[in-house]
């Protein structure tokens, strides 16, 4: 059973950065296993805004954050990363990671991923 710890979360006025990392536990990465950073914002639903392959290293970033953010993968540590640069208020929200074998890198629903973190939120003022 895979556990994910994320930590990185805070407070930012807009236009900083912020780091948020993922580390897993429990689980080997093998082909087509993905890891996917999750947010969900006051009022909304989860959507997956970034994802990467653990075994191609291929990426997936919604629009709304694309050219801003940075997801990475560190397999020697198993940890992924976000780098959140150029925030804005309306990235103001819990993330989540998440890991499985998704159907689709892109876009994927929150039902494609069966392993989550705890959430961590990100509050840009």
């Known amino acids: 059973h895979v556990q994910l710890v994320e930590s990185g979360g805070g407070s930012v006025q807009a236009g900083g950065s912020l780091r948020l990392s993922c580390t897993a536990s429990?689980?080997?990465?093998?082909?087509?296993?993905?890891m996917a950073w999750f947010r969900q914002a006051p009022g909304k639903e989860r959507e997956e805004i970034a994802a990467?392959?653990?075994?191609?290293?291929?990426?997936y970033y919604a629009d709304s954050v694309k050219g801003r953010f940075t997801i990475s993968l560190d397999k020697a540590k198993k940890t992924m990363y976000l780098q959140m640069n150029s925030l804005k208020p309306e990235d103001t929200g819990m993330y989540y990671c998440?890991?499985?074998?998704?159907?689709?890198?892109?876009?994927?629903?929150?039902?494609?991923?069966?392993?989550w973190g705890q959430g961590t939120q990100v509050t840009v003022s």
């Open positions: 990467i392959s653990t075994g191609n290293a291929n990426t």
């Open positions: 998440a890991a499985d074998f998704p159907w689709s890198l892109a876009g994927a629903p929150t039902t494609s991923y069966g392993s």
């Open positions: 429990g689980y080997t990465f093998s082909s087509g296993y993905c």
